[in-house]
């Protein structure tokens, strides 16, 4: 089982909250999913903070009431697909004095095995452009560094580790990443760096649109293989610390 469920929000007044509010929201949001978090090497809930258009300083966030904000939260594994499916939140969100009011959820429900037949396992005709959104900052490891630039090969290798770890169906390790680095290209990108203050600390992402190419001589599967990838990432999320709302990726049509 797979899920994204996405809650519209609303904010009666101003709020300001620190910027590195997403830590206690995600935290209040597991003890009402009955998980815990941190203890899972490859994290099973995605989670996208609260995003729109709000005010950032230094230190503080502000919310405006004539705004509208989303809430997601992705399951990779049955676990937490079911935890976040039977979540009930009222009417609204209180945490760190605020109170955000809940105005619709929408889900969007399906399974791996759902995802593999109708991308890959029914042969549909590749699809060789994508189009990727990144609405909060995204980064990946380097060794002990990171980086905050949307590498192909890095974007892929990351949501095919979630893919293997999670799905019943294993699709390749080293040597796909090697074939899809040859394969696809990096053709536009409107790109912006992020600093994503977290509870000590800060990482630097990029936000922005990202468009991709699959070359026309690519395997057909092959290049199925990388749009399951690329459609798998509006659950996973691309990069690192997608439990605390980075790496949160729109697919564009």
Same mark, same amino acid.
């Given at each position: 089982?797979?899920?994204? @469920?996405? !809650? ?39 989670? @996208? ?9 230094? &230190? /503080? ?11 997601? *939260? ?16 009222? &009417?609204?969100?209180? !945490?760190?004095?605020? +109170? %955000? ?32 959104? %990144?609405?909060?900052?995204?980064? !990946? ?14 974007? %892929?290798?990351?949501?095919?580790? +979630?893919?293997?770890? /999670? ?38 992402? /990029? ?33 690192? +610390?997608?439990? *605390? ?9």
């Amino acid at each position: 089982m797979l899920i994204n @469920s996405t !809650f519209t929000l609303t904010v009666p007044t101003s709020i300001i909250l620190p910027r590195p509010y997403g830590l206690e929201l995600i935290k209040q949001l597991h003890q009402k999913l009955n998980l815990e978090i941190g203890t899972e090497n490859i994290p099973s809930v995605s989670y @996208s903070g609260i995003t729109g258009d709000y005010l950032t300083s230094r &230190d /503080f966030i502000t919310f405006h009431p004539e705004e509208f904000y989303q809430l997601s *939260l992705s399951g990779l594994n049955e676990t937490s697909a079911k935890a976040i499916s039977h979540l009930q939140l009222g &009417d609204s969100l209180e !945490f760190l004095g605020a +109170k %955000f009011n809940i105005i619709n959820r929408e889900d969007e429900i399906t399974s791996y095995e759902e995802l593999y037949t109708a991308l890959v396992g029914n042969e549909p005709e590749p699809i060789r452009n994508y189009h990727l959104q %990144f609405i909060t900052p995204t980064a !990946f490891s380097q060794g002990n560094s990171k980086l905050c630039l949307p590498v192909p090969t890095l974007m %892929f290798h990351s949501w095919l580790e +979630k893919w293997n770890n /999670f799905a019943p169906v294993y699709l390749g390790g080293d040597e796909l990443i090697a074939y899809l680095n040859n394969a696809i290209l990096l053709k536009y990108h409107k790109i912006q760096t992020r600093t994503y203050q977290l509870h000590k600390g800060f990482v630097n992402g /990029f936000i922005g649109d990202v468009r991709l190419q699959v070359f026309q001589r690519a395997d057909p599967l092959l290049a199925n293989v990388a749009n399951l990838l690329v459609q798998y990432a509006r659950f996973a999320g691309t990069g690192i +610390k997608t439990r *605390l709302g980075m790496g949160q990726t729109i697919i564009k049509n």
